[in-house]
């Protein structure tokens, strides 16, 4: 289906939502499984207090790569 980009972004978002929202992850810093979501697309490690973007609901995945690439896009067009 073409001209569905919101609706294919949407759908794979809620998708890895409902399996990893209530998980924690390695930090890429300390290397300790303690990152919780903070708030949306943004992680903080319990341990260090690192702050990492990262996905809505999951940390290091394809979804982060679109998530930060999607941020990227809103700044640079809104600045
Ligand atoms: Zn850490």
């Known amino acids: 289906m073409k001209g569905s980009r919101y609706g294919r972004r949407i759908r794979k978002l809620s998708d890895t939502a409902t399996k990893r929202k209530k998980d924690s992850y ?3 810093k300390c290397g ?5 979501r903070i708030s949306y697309a943004l992680w903080e490690c319990r341990s260090c207090g690192a702050k990492i973007a990262g996905g809505a609901y999951t940390l290091t995945t394809p ?4 998530a930060r690439k999607m941020l990227a896009k809103e700044e640079a067009g809104e600045e």
Do not use: L, M
């Open 26 to 28: 390695e930090c890429p």
């Open 32 to 36: 300790k499984r303690s990152v919780k």
């Open 63 to 66: 979804t982060a790569k679109t």
